[in-house]
């Protein structure tokens, strides 16, 4: 059997900016990206902790150390600068993979600094 599992997350992110004139994704500080074990381009999901709303997207890269957390294109309609936010990418495993598994998160501030890394690094 295969199991959709949480590879990583970027808990409690704050919107810094939404662009509704963009082709759509979340643009993110390649730094958290890094932390978080991103990909450009990997397929993750949304939690707006502010407004409860839930979706889906794509990363892509965002400048080093500008701790930027941009909803692009429609996604920019379901949040607000300054709501925070979870994003949440998952993998696919085997069920036997999944015994001990733990999942990387990764704890933001206000600010979008690294507080707090847990699970495999």
Do not use: W
């Not at 074990?37 to 892509?60: H, M, P, Q």
């Not at 150390?65 to 925070?84: F, T």
């Not at 696919?92 to 979008?112: H, K, P």
């Amino acid at each position: 059997m295969q199991l959709t599992m949480m590879k990583s997350k970027i808990h409690g992110a704050r919107v810094t900016e939404a662009c509704i004139d963009y082709q759509g994704s979340i643009t993110i500080d390649s730094d958290l990206m890094k932390a978080a074990n991103f990909l450009e381009y990997e397929k993750v999901d949304i939690y707006d902790i502010n407004n409860g709303e839930r979706f889906s997207t794509y990363v892509i890269k965002g400048e080093p150390g500008s701790r930027v957390i941009c909803l692009n294109g429609a996604a920019a309609r379901k949040v607000a600068v300054n709501d925070r936010i979870i994003i949440v990418s998952y993998g696919i495993m085997d069920e036997s993979e999944c015994q001990g598994y733990e999942a990387l998160r990764v704890f933001t501030n206000e600010n979008n600094d690294i507080t707090k890394i847990e699970g495999p690094q």
